[in-house]
């Protein structure tokens, strides 16, 4: 079987991305240090959240559901600005201000 030459790219990064992290043997033997997304309902939070941020003027940055340390200054600053604990972090909490804030 011959592969396309987009297909042989696929492999090639996902090989270069294996090295990198270790080799596949690495990866395999120890699942739990692989790169892992947060859970779905947090990703969803932070994105709520991101989407907030960016209507009332604050700047998250790229809103791709997860935590950056761009997000996390923006809701530094929201808190502040609403005299929060300022913990950089998204929270129901939160949620429930900056969806008050906008209405």
């Not at 969803?44 to 009332?56: D, F």
């Not at 790229?62 to 950089?88: C, H, K, W």
């Amino acid at each position: 079987m011959t592969l396309s030459p987009r297909i042989r790219l696929v492999f090639t990064s996902a090989a270069a991305v294996l090295m990198l992290a270790g080799g596949a043997g690495a990866i395999a033997a120890e699942p739990s240090k692989a790169l892992q997304l947060p859970p779905l309902a947090e990703r969803v939070k932070t994105h709520e959240a991101l989407r907030l941020l960016a209507e009332l003027g604050y700047e998250p940055g790229v809103v791709d559901r997860t935590m950056t340390a761009n997000i996390a200054g923006a809701i530094r600053a929201f808190q502040r600005s609403r005299n929060l604990p300022v913990d950089g972090k998204v929270t129901d909490e939160l949620l429930a201000v900056l969806r008050d804030a906008r209405r």
